[in-house]
């Protein structure tokens, strides 16, 4: 099973960002995020690209 929602909530909680803190990097809802986080959705593929860097920049920046 992919692990990504678990790696997106697992950086995110370490940075100390809400939901509505990375939605509102990704121009999204944070319930998407919660989507995610929990393994019922997927990130839409036209954010595949932005993901990686919103979550790189979390773990530079903070």
């Known amino acids: 099973m992919c692990e990504l929602g678990k790696t997106i909530k697992r950086l995110r909680i370490n940075k100390k960002e809400s939901q509505q803190d990375l939605a509102d990097f990704l121009n999204i809802s944070f ?3 919660s989507k995610w986080e ?3 959705a997927m990130p839409d593929i036209t954010l595949l690209k932005k993901l990686p860097i919103i979550l790189m920049l979390l ?3 903070f």
């Open 31 to 33: 319930q998407s995020v």
């Open 38 to 40: 929990n393994d019922i």
């Open 59 to 61: 773990l530079i920046i």
